[in-house]
């Protein structure tokens, strides 16, 4: 009786053990599980991938009214007006995407717009 005691509580202690290792390996060295750390990326990229698609879309959004002669109008429209261009559900929230893709259309459409042809791709506005 004692042996099956003494067998059944090494078995637990081995399988505690293994337990622990094998969550201690999710983690990377921000101390995030692996699966928290995989969607902070997906979201940086898809942040990042608003900001270019925002851009572009107001660059092409601002060459399109020059050339017809249509009035300043930095706001998405038409084609644009969804704001999710280029969005994937892995970048994470919607809404999150829109407003950077929203921020970025209106800096490509002014700098496109007054002149400067939407060069230099200054995506976030803050002049670098």
Known sequence: ?????????LGLVILGMTSVTVSAQDYDRDDQPYYQRHD???????MQAARQYGYNDGVQ????DNWAGKPFNPYPR???????HGFRRD????HEYRE???EAYRNG????????????????GDGR
């Open 100 to 102: 950077h893709y929203t």
């Open 78 to 84: 038409g084609r644009y007006a969804d704001a999710d």
């Open 1 to 9: 009786m004692k042996n099956v005691l003494r067998a059944t509580a």
């Open 91 to 94: 970048f994470g929230s919607l």
């Open 40 to 46: 902070r990326d997906d979201f940086q990229r898809g």
């Open 109 to 124: 459409y002014q700098n496109a717009f007054r002149g400067n042809r939407g060069y230099g791709y200054d995506y976030d």
């Open 61 to 64: 959004a601002a060459r399109g």
